[in-house]
């Protein structure tokens, strides 16, 4: 296996285990050369970590999900691959034919380690540093630096989405912002080639754009456009190593140490976006090979500078400053508190149950959800589902730092979570079930998703089945809910039946619960 050494620091430092802890062994049961069983112990909760681990030989460029299926069957356990870099990791991809549900589920939630992040990034800083600003104040330093986008786009071959871990959003995905700055980007890359008279006329690419726009994205003018990036190196209070170095024209990052807190969506969408160019510069004219189209689009990428910031610091401050820069684009509460210590601490504390807080612009599923989300679950399990329905969002960051504190004290509420999610699953996948069995109360069962799922907790806990979940169904659990909820409305004055309202708040759940109750009394 490539550097046991070199893959034992990365997964220290990427994954916080403890590196004395961590022990990598061939996988037993299965004859392969590419998995190993993989251990260490959490440094924030002390817990140890079983997993697999896949290492990338460079040879085989399509990833075989059969093998990994068969290696993984009927066991849990964090999923860790290795690869040389980020751009090994895409090319696997690409490469892989057959992609199933499953298997995109499989490789955007799993772990990446890359290999060239055990040594240091140079960026070479425009006109040799002669223009640089810094400062040097408050426990940390500062500078301002003119960067190529073609240096910039080097720190995520060796981090990959990582590189955006402390930043509020991460690339923000296929929605309109990004497709617009694809399409503005693309303006300015294809302007700068289609200036280039000899490359026009030895590849007969014709003028796709107007000469307005030509003029309008000169590749000079962007740094005059763009408000820049910012990229945060963190002090190692262990080691002097790893701080920022430079010197007159080169600035040295080490990518374990680096996230970018503002400029998320400009280096992911110049990175699809050159690709795109590239791809478009081979179709338009055959004789343009990858490496022709390559050093075509660098050549312009080479052109378009931007402002770039570094700051020098530790851990503490990096949720302020990325919150604070991020303002361009507004930032909804749910991405406010992503960045906080808590939500971090949350995430190693559910570990086990798979439950996720993410960020926008992550994989989703129904297990990795955004901070509002989680917190509307945790109510639930909680037995409050009428504050999960009428959640003041305004509260998310108290909301956070509670149920971080209530997983340190009591780590059982992460399984009382889970099972709220997966009645919630349930509700959401199964509405012609409860449409058909909803009986004189449909109209107001269709607002008892959170009832429903906090009932079906205190339904496990009452009939003391925690055991033997099979025989408490979804179904049984619907029809013991809907029954109390009908004959409470039964008692109602006409005019002051349920209405939607009454799940906005707790009140109605407590006298259902004592219903619920006297049934076992």
């Known amino acids: 296996m490539t550097g046991n050494e070199t893959i034992i620091d990365l997964l220290s430092r990427r994954l916080e285990w403890e590196e004395e802890s961590i022990t990598i062994n061939p996988q037993t049961g299965i004859e ?18 079983n997993g697999f681990l896949y290492v990338d030989n460079e040879m085989d460029n399509q990833f075989d999900y059969s093998k990994y299926k068969k290696v993984t069957a009927g066991n849990e356990g964090t999923f860790i691959a290795v690869f040389k870099n980020y751009n090994r990791e895409k090319e696997v991809y690409a490469a892989t034919k057959n992609k199933t549900n499953d298997f995109n589920t499989m490789w955007d939630t799993k772990v990446s380690i890359y290999l060239d992040s055990s040594e240091t990034i140079k960026l070479r800083v425009d006109q040799d540093g002669i223009n640089y600003l810094e400062y040097n104040n408050f426990e940390m330093e500062g500078y301002i630096y003119n960067i190529s986008i073609l240096e910039v786009l080097k ?25 617009r700055l694809r399409s503005n980007f693309k303006d300015y890359i294809l302007s700068g080639i289609l200036e280039n008279e000899k490359i026009c006329e030895e590849y007969e690419l014709e003028e796709t754009l107007i000469e307005e726009i030509i003029k309008r994205r000169k ?45 998320a969506q400009t280096i992911t969408n110049f990175l699809r976006t050159s690709e795109e160019t590239k791809n478009l510069l081979m179709r338009t004219n055959k004789s343009i090979d990858e490496n022709i189209a390559t050093e075509i689009v660098n050549e312009v990428l080479e052109r378009l500078i931007v402002k770039t910031i570094i700051i020098n610091g530790t851990d503490e401050y990096v949720s302020d400053i990325s919150l604070g820069l991020n303002t361009q684009i507004p930032v909804g509460n749910n991405e406010n508190v992503v ?12 570990k086990t149950t798979n439950l996720k807080i993410i960020r926008a612009g992550e994989f989703t599923d129904d297990l990795c959800m955004m901070p509002q989300k989680l917190v509307k679950m945790f109510f639930v399990a909680m037995g409050e589902p009428g504050k999960a ?20 004290e009591n780590i059982s ?24 069995n909803s009986g004189n109360v449909e109209n107001i069962m269709k607002n008892a998703c959170y009832y429903f799922c906090s009932y079906y907790l205190d339904y496990l806990r009452i009939n003391e089945k925690e055991g ?23 008692t109602k004055e006409k005019g002051k039946e349920l209405t939607s309202n009454d799940f906005k708040n707790n009140v109605l759940y407590k006298d259902i619960l004592k219903k619920l109750e006297n049934d076992k009394n």
């Open 468 to 490: 033997i979940i099979e025989n408490a169904s979804f179904e049984k659990v619907f029809l013991s809910l809907r029954e109390k909820i009908d004959a409470i409305n039964s």
């Open 413 to 436: 509420v992460a399984e009382s979570i889970k099972k709220a999610v997966q009645a919630e699953i349930w509700w959401r996948s199964d509405s012609s079930y409860r449409l058909m």
């Open 389 to 408: 329905r009428n959640l003041d969002t305004k509260k998310l960051e108290d909301y956070i730092k509670e149920i971080a504190n209530e997983l340190e």
């Open 339 to 350: 960045t906080m210590n808590e939500v971090n601490k949350i995430n190693k504390l559910l």
């Open 155 to 179: 720190i995520i071959k060796p981090t990959g989405v990582n590189l955006f871990r402390d930043n509020v959003r991460v690339g923000l995905g296929r929605n309109d912002v990004s497709i």
């Open 219 to 263: 590749p000079e003018l962007f740094w005059y456009s763009h408000n820049g990036i910012t990229i945060y190196s963190k002090k190692d209070k262990l080691s002097q190593n790893n701080l920022l170095k430079r010197n007159a024209s080169i600035v040295e990052l080490n990518p374990l140490n680096i996230t970018v807190i503002n400029g």
């Open 32 to 49: 392969t050369m590419d998995y190993f069983e993989v251990s260490g112990i959490d440094s924030v909760t002390q817990e140890t970590i």
